[in-house]
């Protein structure tokens, strides 16, 4: 090899070599948390992309990186949600406190990122229900797949009440074409269709109300630091004024 040629190497290795450091370096080295995703639309919903999105998701990335973890969105059904979280199949879930199956399997956050209101909803004729109790024989349109946060699991419902609908907008079809008296939902994702349905005069009655929270499985190791950590970001960011709670 010349001196010429060498002399080439060499530069080339001093340009080289900082460059392959410096994407070494970039590398993300946080540790990774699998993280549960249920659809509920306007907070989480998936993207044309096929992509985890919505304001609760973005939420939880922003306090993961805060607290310094990354997260991997999986899509699964509520019920997978609950029994991965119980084996700690998955670590973390932005989803509701105080679910009865999860009780002694996960550790909850104290930061409450956003209150979950279920609603009856029902025509403005229909008697407006005042407790959950009411509900009992009544006709029910239920959305399949849901687990209401548990709120109905001490409701003695009879199965002959009970009709399910795949989604929001065709829940509020059943219930205009006299399928069921109520439909129980969420507020957020009835908002999005109800302008569909104008001669339903629809009327949604609060019935029960749960809080939103990070959810660390005590499958995890460290899952108790995990979650004061999430909690110590999450304040953090709502002082700093770079988050403010879901409504």
Same mark, same amino acid.
């Given at each position: 090899?010349?001196?010429?040629?060498?002399?080439?190497?060499?530069?080339?290795?001093?340009?080289?070599?900082?460059?392959?450091?410096?994407?070494?370096?970039?590398?993300?080295?946080?540790?990774?948390?699998?993280?549960?995703?249920?659809?509920?639309?306007?907070?989480?919903?998936?993207?044309?992309?096929?992509?985890?999105?919505?304001?609760?998701?973005?939420?939880?990335?922003?306090?993961?990186?805060?607290?310094?973890?990354?997260?991997?969105?999986?899509?699964?059904?509520?019920?997978?949600?609950?029994?991965?979280?119980?084996?700690?199949?998955?670590?973390?879930?932005?989803?509701?406190?105080?679910?009865?199956?999860?009780?002694?399997?996960?550790?909850?956050? &104290?930061? $409450? #990122?956003?209150?979950?209101?279920?609603? @009856? *909803?029902?025509? %403005?004729? !229909?008697? +407006?229900?005042?407790?959950?109790?009411?509900?009992?024989?009544?006709?029910?349109?239920?959305?399949?797949?849901?687990?209401?946060?548990?709120?109905?699991?001490?409701?003695?419902?009879?199965?002959?009440?009970?009709?399910?609908?795949?989604?929001?907008?065709?829940?509020?079809?059943?219930?205009?074409?006299?399928?069921?008296?109520?439909?129980?939902?969420?507020?957020?994702?009835?908002?999005?269709?109800?302008?569909?349905?104008?001669?339903?005069?629809? &009327?949604? $009655? #609060?019935?029960?109300?749960?809080?939103? @929270? *990070?959810?660390? %499985?005590? !499958?995890? +190791?460290?899952?108790?630091?995990?979650?004061?950590?999430?909690?110590?970001?999450?304040?953090?960011?709502?002082?700093?004024?770079?988050?403010?709670?879901?409504?």
């Amino acid at each position: 090899m010349t001196r010429a040629s060498l002399v080439v190497l060499f530069l080339a290795a001093g340009v080289l070599f900082p460059a392959l450091l410096s994407a070494a370096d970039s590398v993300d080295k946080r540790p990774v948390l699998q993280t549960g995703f249920v659809e509920f639309p306007p907070f989480k919903y998936v993207d044309e992309a096929g992509k985890a999105s919505g304001p609760w998701i973005e939420m939880t990335d922003k306090v993961a990186a805060e607290a310094g973890y990354r997260v991997e969105w999986v899509h699964l059904p509520i019920a997978r949600v609950y029994l991965y979280l119980q084996n700690g199949t998955i670590d973390l879930w932005p989803g509701v406190a105080g679910i009865p199956a999860l009780q002694g399997s996960v550790f909850e956050s &104290t930061v $409450t #990122p956003m209150e979950v209101v279920l609603y @009856a *909803f029902h025509r %403005s004729s !229909a008697e +407006p229900p005042d407790s959950l109790e009411f509900l009992v024989g009544q006709p029910l349109i239920l959305i399949n797949g849901f687990s209401y946060l548990g709120a109905l699991e001490k409701l003695p419902l009879e199965d002959n009440d009970l009709s399910y609908s795949p989604g929001h907008e065709s829940a509020l079809r059943m219930l205009e074409l006299g399928r069921g008296r109520y439909v129980l939902d969420y507020d957020e994702p009835v908002k999005a269709v109800r302008s569909e349905f104008p001669a339903l005069d629809l &009327t949604g $009655t #609060p019935i029960f109300e749960a809080r939103g @929270a *990070f959810i660390v %499985s005590r !499958a995890l +190791p460290d899952a108790k630091a995990v979650i004061k950590k999430f909690d110590e970001a999450y304040r953090r960011l709502v002082e700093t004024g770079e988050l403010e709670p879901l409504q």
